[in-house]
């Protein structure tokens, strides 16, 4: 037979098969079996079989018709493939998505890329903490920050935040960074916004007592009122 002509078959029977399914099948939870057969169904899909019988992937496979059904009903348990209802001309019949899998594939893309995103933003709150103090963080200053994320559950902007109004306040020092966070979690707040309306709502207060008693010095120069939504 002709080895061009072999070579042009093999050239048009090429299938695309997603790279992230290549490299990632077993971080979402498949196995190399597993994969193959979601392969086969995406094979016969794009061939224009969305519903290939169980003897159909059997002979694509190391597997029986059995093993296959088993897989491929384990498979949509678990939410890799799903079986869905299509109609044509008035008739209808079940086909095979990928949908879930593509779905799962890009959730864990996605979250690879948050991940990487929150550990780049807690190396540059270390950096940020260590240049308002002038010096390396101690041992236990990096525990307590660490504890500020991973126990207490605030995130870098609102610790961040805290460390803005400690410098604001003149009290640069982490017991009283530590005050501001457990005074924030206590009252539910949760964001920069929330952060900042609770800080103008304490300076409104300290700010009546004061009035009341008249303008004992009246050249004491006002302290700006802070930005929280600063994130600069």
């Known amino acids: ?3 061009k002509f072999m070579l ?22 498949l196995d190399e079996q597993e994969c193959m057969i979601l392969i086969q169904v995406h094979s016969f899909i794009i061939k224009g079989d969305d519903f290939p019988t169980f003897d159909d992937l059997a002979q694509r496979m190391t597997l ?3 093993a296959c059904a088993d897989m491929l009903r384990r498979l949509i348990q678990h939410g890799f493939l799903s079986i869905v209802q299509k109609t044509e001309n008035q008739i209808y019949s079940e086909a095979y998505s990928l949908l879930p899998l593509w779905d799962k594939l890009l959730n864990y893309a996605y979250g690879k890329e948050s991940e990487a ?3 780049e933003s807690e190396k540059a709150l270390y950096t940020i903490f260590e240049h308002e103090f002038g010096r390396p963080l101690s041992p236990i200053e990096c525990e307590s920050l660490a504890m500020w994320m991973d126990e207490d559950h605030h995130s870098p902007q609102l610790i961040k935040a805290a460390l803005r109004e400690a410098v604001v306040s003149g009290k640069l020092n982490f017991r009283y960074i530590d005050r501001i966070l457990f005074d924030w979690k206590k009252n539910g707040i949760k964001t920069l916004t929330q952060a900042k309306e609770h800080g103008e709502n304490i300076r409104r207060h300290q700010q009546l007592p004061r009035q009341g008693r008249g303008n004992e010095n009246p050249k004491k120069p006002k302290m700006p009122a802070y930005d929280w939504l600063d994130k600069g």
Do not use: F, R
């Open 117 to 119: 995103s929150e550990k």
């Open 64 to 66: 029986d018709e059995t």
């Open 1 to 3: 037979m002709d080895k």
């Open 8 to 29: 042009n078959l093999l050239m048009k029977g090429d299938i695309n098969i997603p790279a992230l399914l290549i490299e990632h099948y077993h971080a979402i939870g």
